[in-house]
């Protein structure tokens, strides 16, 4: 099991950016894949981005592709969210999540993903 603990939310104007931070830890890290989600109010748990810890590929949701980053930084245990260009629509609880494994299929859906951070609230307002 891993521990996940999400930071960086706040209330910005449109068109400001954020970054947030999940510090992880536990067992396996080599092999885990952490990914961002978010979740409106009203709506369904919305996949954004995807990384193995030790690198490699990063994946994104079509919605965010050229504006939101996934990144780690090495030096805190953690995997960033830059977000740029925030608009109203981006308001949402975001959350970091965890799951053991590399696979096409799964790395898209928050049910694949055992383990999850508190969330930390993102409010744009225009």
């Known amino acids: 099991q891993m521990q996940l603990v999400e930071s960086g939310g706040g209330s910005v104007r449109a068109g400001e950016s954020l970054r947030l931070s999940c510090v992880v830890s536990g067992r396996s890290l080599s092999s885990a894949v952490v990914g961002w989600f978010r979740q409106a109010p009203g709506k369904e748990r919305e996949f954004l981005a995807a990384r193995l810890w030790i690198g490699g590929t990063n994946h994104y949701a079509d919605s965010v592709k050229g504006r939101f980053a996934i990144s780690r930084d090495m030096g805190r245990d953690s995997i960033d969210l830059q977000m740029n260009s925030l608009t109203p629509q981006d308001t949402a609880i975001y959350y970091c999540?965890?799951?053991?494994?590399?696979?096409?299929?799964?790395?898209?859906?928050?049910?694949?993903?055992?383990?999850w951070g508190q969330g930390t609230q993102v409010t744009v307002f225009s």
């Open positions: 999540a965890a799951r053991q494994g590399w696979d096409t299929t799964k790395y898209y859906s928050a049910n694949n993903y055992p383990d």
